[in-house]
C-alpha cells in the first residue's frame, strides 16, 4: 500500500488518521508520509523510500534508532516479561542514574509521558505549597493537562483563558501566562500573585516555540523571584534531560529547580516519563505523602530496561563534544545555502538541538518566532521531505541529531537540503 492509501484507510479509524496531531503534517501541507522502519539516522516509508532523519521521533533517540545496545536490553527482558505491577530492580537502577545524574534531583518518580510527569509536578507543586495559581509562558508546551493548555490572556500578567475547548475557565484562570524571556512581566506577576503562585513551569531552553534559549539572567531571575516568594520552580527538561548535557539544562547553566520533570531520551525511544526533586517535597507523594499520583505500567520493566541502555552508553561515550560540532556543521552549512539564496532566516541552536526560522528578526519568544514566514516553512518542508530529509513537520519544533548522524550524513543532507531550497 502506497502512504497516501494507507493515510486514507487511517483517516477513518483515527481521528485525522494519526495517534498524536502534528503527524498529519497539517502545519506544512502535502501527504504525511507513513514510516516502515528506521535504522540509525535513516528512517524508510511504506513506500520504501528512505530519508536522513533529523526528527529523530521529536528528540528521544541521542544515540539513533534502534541502537543495538538497547534493542538487546529489550529483547532479553521481553522473555522475562513486559509488566509485573509490582516494583522491579530495574526501576532501582535507572531511579539511580537520574540521581547521580541531578543534584537537584534527590528522589524520582517514573510515569509513562511528558505529560503525566509535568501534570503531576503542578499537582505536587500545590499540594505541597497549599496555594492554587501556576505560571507557565507563552510558546512553552509542556503536554496536554488541562491546567497546561491555556492561552495568555489580554495583557501581561492576566489569568489565562482555555486553550482549546474541554479546559472550562475556572481551570485556565488558575494558569498565568507570561512572555518567555521578559523578566519585567515576571516580576508585575509576582507583584500581582506572587504569595498565591504555588509554581512556575517553564522550558529552561524552549523547543517547542522552536528553539528559543533563555536570555542572559532570565533563569536566574526566576529562581530568586520564585525563592523569594515561596513558589516552586519546575523545569520541564523532557527535551533538555541528557540532551544538553549529562545534567541536562539545569547543569548547562548552573541554576537548579526545585523540581525537574524528564522524559523523551529518559526512556530511549520506550514510554517514559518522570518527575523529581528534593527529598522534602518528593516525600509529600502517595503513598509517603498524602499528594496522590499511581499508574499501572510506572516504572515497567520494558521501558527502565531500556531506559538505563540509553543512558549507560551514552554516560560511556560522552557524545556532547562531537554533537555539538556536527550539528554546527550542519547549521553553518544550512545558513550558507539560504543566505546564498537571499532567504532571510535565523537558527537557534543548542548542543544537538536547532531551528531554522525565516526572518529577519531576532527570535526570543513566541511573538517573535510567530512572525517567522510560516509558509515559507511549509515548501521548506516539502522540498526537504521530496529529497529524502525528514525534519519537524511544524516550525515550532527542534531537529535533533544523534550519535548515529555521521559527517557523510551531514554532507549528504547539505547537498540534498541545497537542491531543495533551490527548488523553492
Ligand atoms: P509527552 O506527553 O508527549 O510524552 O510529553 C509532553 C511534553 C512535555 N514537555 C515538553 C518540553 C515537550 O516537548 C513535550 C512533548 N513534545 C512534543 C513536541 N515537541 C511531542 C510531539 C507530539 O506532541 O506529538
Redesign the pocket.
Known amino acids: 500500500m502506497t502512504n497516501a492509501e494507507l493515510f486514507e484507510k487511517a483517516k477513518k479509524l483515527m481521528p485525522g488518521g494519526v495517534s498524536?496531531p502534528?503527524?498529519a503534517f497539517k502545519a506544512v501541507g502535502g501527504e504525511p508520509i507513513i514510516v516502515s522502519k528506521a535504522q540509525g539516522s535513516r528512517l524508510w516509508d511504506v513506500e520504501g523510500k528512505e530519508y536522513i532523519d533529523f526528527l529523530m521521533s521529536?528528540g528521544p533517540l541521542i544515540l539513533g534508532h534502534a541502537h543495538p545496545r538497547v534493542v538487546r536490553a529489550i529483547e532479553e527482558q521481553a522473555r522475562r516479561g513486559l509488566s509485573y505491577g509490582i516494583t522491579n530492580e530495574h526501576e532501582i537502577k535507572l531511579a539511580e542514574l537520574v540521581v547521580d545524574s541531578m543534584p537537584s534531583v534527590q528522589m524520582v518518580r517514573f510515569v509513562s509521558?511528558?505529560?503525566e510527569a509535568?501534570m503531576s509536578a503542578i499537582r505536587l507543586a500545590r499540594g505541597y505549597t497549599g496555594r492554587k495559581y501556576i505560571v507557565k509562558f507563552d510558546g512553552c508546551?509542556?503536554?496536554h493537562a488541562d491546567s497546561l493548555l491555556v492561552s495568555a490572556g489580554s495583557g501581561v500578567a492576566t489569568l489565562g483563558i482555555p486553550g482549546t475547548p474541554g479546559v472550562p475557565e475556572e481551570i485556565a484562570s488558575l494558569t498565568l501566562v507570561l512572555p518567555y524571556n521578559n523578566p519585567a512581566a515576571l516580576e508585575e506577576a509576582f507583584e500581582k500573585y506572587g504569595e498565591q503562585i504555588a509554581c512556575v513551569i517553564v522550558?529552561p531552553v524552549a523547543?517547542?516555540m522552536g528553539v528559543v534559549l533563555p536570555r542572559e539572567g532570565f533563569l536566574e531571575r526566576l529562581r530568586n523571584l520564585t525563592l523569594k516568594y515561596g513558589a516552586l520552580l519546575i523545569y520541564?527538561e523532557?527535551?533538555t534531560n541528557f540532551r544538553l548535557s549529562r545534567g541536562g539544562a539545569q547543569a548547562y547553566f548552573g541554576i537548579d529547580p526545585d523540581i525537574t520533570c524528564m522524559?523523551k531520551i529518559l526512556g530511549g525511544g520506550m514510554p517514559l516519563?518522570a518527575y523529581g526533586g528534593k527529598r522534602e517535597i518528593m516525600e509529600k507523594v502517595a503513598p509517603e505523602g498524602p499528594i496522590y499520583q499511581a499508574g499501572t505500567l510506572s516504572g515497567n520493566p520494558f521501558s527502565m530496561v531500556a531506559g538505563i541502555a540509553t543512558l549507560t552508553q551514552l554516560f560511556e561515550e560522552n557524545p556532547y563534544e562531537r554533537l555539538e560540532k556536527l550539528t554546527q556543521r550542519l547549521t553553518e552549512g544550512i545558513s550558507r545555502i539560504l543566505s546564498h539564496k537571499g532567504i532571510p532566516h535565523r537558527i537557534n541552536r543548542i548542543a544537538s538541538m536547532f531551528t531554522v526560522f525565516f526572518t529577519e528578526e531576532e527570535v526570543y519568544d513566541y511573538e517573535t518566532a510567530r512572525r517567522s514566514d510560516r509558509e515559507l516553512f511549509g515548501r521548506f518542508f516539502r522540498a526537504l521531505l521530496r529529497e529524502g530529509i525528514l525534519i519537524p513537520p511544524a516550525q515550532f519544533?527542534a531537529w535533533f541529531l544523534s550519535t548515529a548522524h555521521t559527517e557523510e550524513d551531514i554532507d549528504r543532507a547539505l547537498e540534498k537540503i541545497e537542491r531543495a531550497v533551490s527548488s523553492l
Open positions: 498524536s502534528v503527524r521529536w509521558s511528558g505529560t509535568t508546551y509542556h503536554g522550558e523547543g517547542n520541564d523532557v527535551i522524559g516519563g519544533e
